[in-house]
């Protein structure tokens, strides 16, 4: 069944979310940071983790409660291992953060074969997945990690919220061998809260085993969902752990205080972050069978897992890879009509206008 779609350029949308973040304080850099990373997202289909959840998080847990600060400055501490940067993010706007520490670990990396930056404090910085395709794309193996701002996932054998979504995202520099950027990334939960909050946009029911209500009961009505499951029972719990073990290593504090800023005024409540960046050629031990270069063996290697009667099989990163193709195709990011009501009430909230009448449709 074909469903219409909204065409909006780019400038456009970045000039909507761009203002609405100004109007909240942010200063034009954070504005922006904020902008492009919700239109990397829109671009490559990703619905979840957009602009519009990037206001959504900032209304409920950043400027709009007194959590994220606009305009904080980044400290960038003492450290005595030169492949690792070491932030206190001071509670700035994630986005921008992200970014920065990112190109923080592609430089690293290229000094040292590997570069990791660990971020205090920070603020929740949206699709992990964007950071690190475009590492992936500038030719990095790269990977990121992050606290979510709150504690909405039952550990497996549970009963109580404990755990972020704690997503994990990985990229790898694969667009020779098969034309974009394999890219596995996921939030530990069976769904991540923002796809709970698309489908109750939509109108739509969640997958069964997905997230309990306030009784803790199973539910797939989205507007009923208080709590999320692991995918995976114990194997989805243990990469959610992951997440918060590294953050405690990293000063996060306790996982059911994160965004809860009125309570317990002698711990933090601030999500960490984890990058980490490696050069291919750092990983090259020099003997690929046939004579091959490091660089064949891996298209070697995928072309081997995708034989054999799996040519099906699709790639992680390949439906993101052919939405960003399909954005680029028509020219624009590509919006439901219940998303361009959003962008509206945003458009409006920053002192700017989206007349929707005025944007082209696309049936799909």
């Not at 219409?4 to 350029?9: E, G, K, L, T």
């Not at 399909?326 to 002192?351: C, H, N, P, Q, W």
Request: with cysteine; aromatic share 8%.
């Amino acid at each position: 069944m074909a469903h219409v779609q909204y065409i909006m350029s780019a400038a456009q949308h970045n000039q909507i979310v761009s203002a609405a973040f100004q109007k909240r304080g942010y200063n034009a850099e954070e504005a922006m940071a904020a902008a492009e990373v919700g239109a990397a997202a829109a671009l490559h289909g990703v619905k979840t983790h957009n602009a519009i959840k990037a206001l959504h998080l900032d209304e409920h847990f950043g400027s709009g409660a007194g959590g994220c600060v606009p305009g904080a400055k980044v400290t960038k501490l003492p450290m005595k291992f030169k492949a690792v940067a070491r932030w206190d993010a001071g509670r700035k706007l994630g986005q921008a953060v992200a970014v920065e520490a990112m190109a923080e670990a592609m430089k690293l990396a290229d000094e040292f074969g590997v570069g990791t930056v660990a971020v205090d404090n920070a603020f929740h910085y949206l699709w992990g997945g964007g950071y690190v395709i475009d590492a992936a794309s500038k030719g990095y193996l790269a990977y990121t990690c992050c606290t979510a701002a709150l504690a909405e996932v039952v550990p497996y054998g549970g009963k109580f919220p404990t755990l972020g979504t704690n997503p994990h995202s990985w990229a790898f520099p694969t667009t020779d061998a098969v034309g974009f950027p394999v890219c596995i990334d996921w939030a530990t939960s069976v769904v991540a809260m923002g796809r709970v909050q698309q489908f109750a946009r939509e109108g739509k029911q969640i997958p069964a085993g997905a997230g309990v209500d306030k009784h803790g009961k199973e539910t797939t009505d989205p507007n009923l969902v208080t709590a999320l499951l692991p995918f995976g029972q114990h194997k989805g719990y243990g990469l959610s752990l992951i997440d918060e073990l590294l953050g405690a290593y990293i000063g996060g504090s306790l996982p059911t205080l994160r965004s809860r800023w009125g309570s317990a005024k002698n711990e933090k409540h601030t999500p960490a972050f984890f990058f980490q960046c490696t050069r291919p050629e750092a990983l090259d031990c020099g003997s690929f069978a046939g004579g091959r270069t490091q660089k064949q063996n891996v298209k070697e290697v995928i072309a081997d897992i995708l034989g054999h009667g799996n040519e099906a099989a699709m790639l992680p990163g390949q439906p993101e890879a052919r939405a960003a193709a399909k954005s680029r195709e028509v020219g624009g990011l590509l919006f439901t009509s219940a998303e361009i009501d959003e962008f509206e009430k945003m458009a409006a909230s920053g002192g700017t206008k989206l007349d929707r009448a005025k944007l082209k449709q696309i049936e799909m």
